[in-house]
């Protein structure tokens, strides 16, 4: 341990608190104190909480033990929501449903060197229970801190992590707005096309596969295409030809479309589209269109927890229609402008990636007594 820093049990330097139920009539658009319940945590990408439902309690009305103090740091304690790893800083003096638990930092330990410290915490491997993930004050009986025990020297690391995590941000935003960039190109050259539209129905034949999900074998000889953006594998087909395939169901909607030529088999939610004989489409001209109108799809798909496409939803879906020579000129540079997109979103990716692996690299430095005191020079 370096000189002048102590490594304690994570209780030992703040206090745990769990979250309460409060009853429908206190909750009044009056008030200072916050009710956050565990569901508005996951609506929010900031770190810093403030109620996105604009749920208000009566302070008289509560006892002030239920009271999570700002600068405290609330996460998920129970369920699905643990996986999601949110925590969040509390900026406004709240109170939190049963789901939500908080952490309280103590007067020896700087309440945002906690909150970045905390962060890399993965409460997912935290959690216990059977049925239902868990975590409770025991959870955190062998999570162990390491702090300078002076708060200036915590103070410094913080004022050194938020200049490196600000230009770390910065670039991760310059990254993402260059993939957006690159995908809206792709995306535009296909708006822009021209042409008398015609529905899908008129053009093409539908059809579903038969298969369950799981039929999918390791190291399969054919394709196998489920709803997934994966390709699976399998040792049968049921399709030898050119076809168009369209993921029928998505548990957010975000639904995929695939190109395929040969034999294959498909799940029975999934879609094999296959053009008419005497329709006047090109298929890669198709699968481009077909991608075109994904968001499309989103929308007009129905369902609670899974979204799904209905057969006439396609088959209703109009597309541009020009002629089969202009249908060539615009595969050919579609195609070009696909590879050029899924060469940049791997570059911008893979920067992201590296921007994400620098933040870990720079918090298990500052955690060990080891970050440069040039501040963000480093970064």
Known sequence: MKQGWEMKKLGEVCDFKSG?????????????IIYAKVGDMNLDGNEDFISVSSRYVVLKEINEN????????????????IATNKK????????????????????????????????KIDLSQLSNGTSIPQINNYSFNDVYISYPKSLLEQQRIVSILDEAFAAIAKAKANA???LRNARELFEGYLQAIKAEKSPLGHLVEIKTGKLNSNAAVDGGKY?????????????????????ILLAGNNASGDFNVKYYKG????????????????????????????????????????GANTRFLKLGMIQEMKIPLPSLEQQQTIVQKLDTLSAETKKLEAIYQQKIKDLEELKKSILQKAFNGELNTTKAAAV
Request: hydrophobic fraction near 40%; charged fraction near 25%; glycine fraction near 4%.
């Open 66 to 81: 239920q009271i999570i103090p700002i600068g405290s740091i609330i996460f998920p304690k129970r369920g699905g929501a």
């Open 263 to 302: 034999k294959f088999n498909a799940y029975q939610r999934t879609y094999v589209i296959t053009v008419n004989k005497e329709a006047k489409v090109l298929y890669r001209y198709l699968y481009f269109q077909l991608l075109n109108s994904l968001k499309e799809f989103k929308e007009k798909s129905v």
């Open 176 to 178: 993402e707005e260059n």
């Open 88 to 119: 969040r800083r509390i900026i406004k003096p709240t109170i939190v449903d049963l789901n939500t638990m908080a952490l309280v930092p103590t007067k020896i330990i700087d309440k945002d060197y906690l909150f970045y410290w905390f962060n």
């Open 223 to 243: 394709p196998f295409f489920t709803c997934s953006r994966e390709i699976f594998a399998i040792d049968n087909y049921a399709f030898d030809h050119e076809a």
């Open 20 to 32: 309460t139920t409060i009853a429908p009539k206190l909750e009044k658009t009056v008030g200072e």
